[in-house]
């Protein structure tokens, strides 16, 4: 790393700072130590008289705020490996992949990231080796072990809980571990023993988990699949619906626009996580492309993502125009969802009908909203972190960009990107 002390400008063809105002056009940013200092023209931005700055121009570039992916499983591998599967390999080995996975997602621009769900104590120890420098990677947001039924959605990570008290229980012992937020699994989902379209929880177990984590002034995400979860989550008072597939029990998809109203009026947020499906499609389409022969299972597991897909993005364009809160979570690195690419979420919800200027605002100030750090992390402004993402070109012309960092700033300092991350 290096512009760690002292007066560093940043110039650029444009600013975008996070917030959707219209870009600033032939922009520079003055950053002191590790805190932005000014932001304007770049006519109007200098050191203060008497002090030095190093200048970097990165000329026909856009600065954005450091992106926020606001739902990470740093313990998966994305390759296609199922959770059961990843999970058997143990604490240790996944401990190391996920010290690894947090530097490739600092590198690729996510400077900020709400890790949600992973094994035992390992998030908190990544957090930890974070805080205390020994490895690279995001400010963090910690869930711990998403907590789940008896063979509920990812039970191998250790977080069984039944019944009000057992529930409150596991609340109370991650608060005291240091979760910043409870993650609940009110349906199942990947996982062998799960059922996807049934809710898991019961609503006096649902409330009881909300209720232990507000009192703490912690917030709650469930992953809901079907919309009798969605329903009991909303009843509860859940602050973020994750995946919100809109299904009846037996997996048909069915948009519910009085639940849809529902959340809109609630205030609560929707983290759809679109690419985890399309990452899939183009597996097989890869696969296509390069002559491998696809498995008669394997091509009916296509065509009913395919379907699935075309699904979610009504369900997400309908939810948009409800005026729902949505925002940009990968869920990388699970399914076909390699870490360091979280900004393909992004891309993803364009097919739903989002601009891409609005999909650019769901990647950073309304992700660092709707996990609870929209004070410090999602926006560029003065007296904030100075954790700055240099692209090329236009992201408002082209989000292809977001994968192409030129340049990563943290607190300030300038990272010495991996190779295959720098453009």
Known sequence: MSDSTGFTILTAARILDGSGAPPLEDAAVLVEGSAISAIGRRDEIRAPDGATATTHDYGNATILPGLVDGHTHLVGIGDGTRGDDAAAQGDDLLLLRAGAHARVILH?????????????????????????????????VV?????????????????????????????RQLLKEGADFIKIMSSGGSTRTSHPYRPAFTPEELGAMVDEAHRADRLTAAHSVPNAAIEACLDAGVDMIIHATMSDPDGTYRYRPDLANRIASAGAWVNPTMHDLRGWIRHFEDERVAGRPISPADAALDANLRQTYDEKVDCVRRLHQAGVRLMAGSDSAWGRFPAGHGWLEMDALTDAGLSRAEAIVAGTSASAESIGVGEIAGRLAVGRSADILVVPGDPISDLRVLGRPQAVYQAGRRLHLARGVDA
Request: glycine content about 20%; hydrophobic content about 40%.
């Open 108 to 140: 690729s621009g996510v400077t900020t990231i709400r890790e949600n769900g992973s094994m035992r104590g390992v998030a908190f120890s990544v957090r930890e080796a974070i805080r205390r420098g020994i490895i690279e990677g995001p400010r963090m």
């Open 143 to 171: 869930a711990g072990r998403a907590v789940t039924i008896t063979g509920g959605h990812l039970h191998y990570f250790g977080g069984e809980a039944d019944g009000v008290v057992g529930v409150r229980q596991a609340v």
